[in-house]
């Protein structure tokens, strides 16, 4: 699905040959700092390489149209944008940005019980914790269903308990509905359990995969 071709963004990253499969869990990880954000945000479009290029289903990124991209590859950063309104309204903001149906409060509420966030949709959504804010984020991402999931530290701002139960989820769903997901986590024993393939990054390299 996606190929790197002798890319180099700055002095971060520095991959000759990588390829990441459709339909697959791969888990990028690596110490803070590694790269590995950075390798995100360039299968998103938030950058470009300053040498080499990307390949999106055998189609140079760089000559995508971005807007267009991002419906199919939608990235949740570490600290994902809680817009102003209800928990409502952020879940619609995605839908009504990308010009799409809203959803009715009963599809929305199905979501928010996926993501294990018991509000009533009226709450103000600045008045939630930042693991409640992280979990309404990745709703709002559920609902706008794209095909490629990239996902920078899902679960950071979660507890123990309630991260595997949200990764597990999100798993299943992926699977179930042939998803690609790309995730960036610290948790070595959620990159085990759920990949299919992992990536290490070492200072900008892929020092080795396994999967």
């Not at 998103?44 to 390949?55: A, D, H, M, V």
């Not at 009504?96 to 509420?109: A, P, S, T």
């Not at 409640?132 to 507890?159: F, H, T």
């Not at 179930?176 to 024993?189: F, L, N, P």
């Amino acid at each position: 699905m996606f190929e790197f071709k002798d890319v180099k963004f700055k002095n971060i990253i520095d991959v000759p040959k990588l390829q990441i499969e459709e339909k697959r869990i791969t888990t990028l990880v690596g110490t803070s700092g590694s790269g590995k954000t950075t390798i995100l945000k360039m299968l998103n479009k938030l950058i470009s390489p300053t040498y080499g290029k990307i390949l999106y289903k055998g189609k140079n990124l760089h000559n995508i149209d971005s807007v267009l991209h991002r419906r199919e590859v939608l990235m949740l950063t570490q600290n994902p944008a809680i817009f102003d309104g209800s928990i409502r309204d952020n879940l619609n903001a995605g839908l009504i940005f990308q010009g799409k149906r809203l959803m009715n409060d009963g599809v929305l509420k199905e979501t928010l019980d996926k993501v294990k966030l018991n509000k009533d949709l009226d709450i103000p959504a600045n008045t939630l914790s930042g693991g409640e804010k992280q979990r309404l984020a990745l709703a709002r991402i559920l609902i706008l269903n794209p095909s490629v999931y990239l996902l920078d530290e899902p679960s950071s701002a979660l507890d123990d308990e309630t991260e595997d139960v949200l990764i597990q989820m999100l798993i299943q769903y992926a699977r179930k509905d042939r998803k690609t997901i790309v995730m960036v986590t610290h948790s070595k024993a959620v990159a085990n359990k759920y990949s299919d393939v992992i990536i290490e990054i070492s200072e900008g390299k892929v020092k080795k995969e396994a999967g």
